[in-house]
């Protein structure tokens, strides 16, 4: 009879992960992205919309809006201010861009 290995939960691997100096920097650098992602996911959900009827509201197609959400999450593609702004406008809400001083410690 074999045991199998105990899953983990993507909270406990990423938690495992940040003991990892290299894992440490390259999540630090996709932080914006992550938090851009955030604030997409929650506006869609705030307002009741899938990703097809943001596509639509946007003039485009559904698999637009999902490479659109997905690319912030792998940082392989970088949406234009002007797509940002469709997509903001069909979850009901402004596109706000600001650049924020960074503490000392940060460099």
Not at 33 to 57: D, M
Not at 58 to 70: D, F, H, I, S, Y
Not at 71 to 91: E, F, N, Q
């Amino acid at each position: 009879m074999s045991r199998k290995a105990p899953r983990l939960i993507h909270r406990q691997m990423v938690e495992r992960w940040k003991k990892d100096p290299t894992f440490l920097k390259a999540y630090a650098e996709l932080d914006t992205e992550f938090a851009l992602l955030r604030e997409l996911l929650l506006a869609r959900q705030q307002a009741g919309l899938s990703q097809a009827a943001v596509a639509k509201k946007m003039g485009t197609k559904a698999p637009a809006v999902t490479r659109l959400e997905t690319s912030l999450s792998g940082s392989t593609h970088s949406p234009t201010i002007a797509t940002l702004k469709k997509y903001a406008k069909a979850v009901g809400c402004t596109l706000e861009i600001r650049l924020v001083r960074r503490r000392a410690a940060e460099g």
